[in-house]
């Protein structure tokens, strides 16, 4: 089971084991408006302007506007190698990371399907939670730091930054963003 606040906190997300319950947050009343069959869910997230949501099951992550409860067409990733864990989203809602038990952090881009990275991997390592930081520098390209954190095996790894795996990659500014 689990919960998602929208953005503007006036809704939530709450999956159960056969399906997601959209409620609304009307005064101090709960109402359900809104019911999608989705089995074995076990995270909802909501994209940073809460157009969109992510429903992550063991093996698919699949995307959903949250205006319309449709699908659009290639918002849905399949897992290649180990069961989804985590899902983050970019800060432009443009693209999602997505954290699986075998190690591995991937990046893939929503309007292009064909655009998916693997961002980290490390065998023996289950993703847990992901944190990325996104920095302008001077230029023309954008760096974001991407952190991990799990367990090796049945071992809790410590929150400590000098020992998280993590990866650094780059893509070119757009105007919008050059310009801040």
């Not at 205006?67 to 693209?95: H, I, M, S």
């Not at 954190?149 to 105007?175: I, K, Q, V």
Request: charged share 20%.
């Amino acid at each position: 089971m689990s919960l998602a606040f929208h953005p503007s906190g006036l809704h939530l997300a709450v999956s159960f084991p056969d399906k997601i319950k959209l409620i609304n947050i009307i005064d101090s009343d709960l109402v359900p408006y809104k019911e999608l069959s989705q089995k074995n869910c076990y995270e909802v997230k909501f994209s940073n302007g809460g157009h969109l949501f992510a429903v992550v099951n063991s093996l698919m992550v699949q995307i959903y506007n949250f205006y319309t409860c449709e699908q659009p067409p290639n918002y849905q990733f399949k897992a290649l190698g180990g069961r989804f864990q985590c899902v983050v989203w970019e800060e432009d809602d443009l693209g999602i990371f997505l954290g699986t038990s075998d190690g591995t952090v991937l990046y893939n881009k929503l309007e292009d399907p064909t655009v998916r990275l693997t961002v980290l991997s490390v065998p023996g390592f289950s993703v847990r939670s992901i944190f990325s930081v996104f920095s302008l520098k001077q230029g023309t390209v954008n760096e974001r730091v991407v952190y991990a954190a799990g367990t090796f095996g049945a071992n809790f790894e410590p929150f400590d930054m000098s020992y998280l795996p993590r990866t650094r990659y780059s893509r070119a500014a757009t105007s919008a963003e050059s310009a801040c």
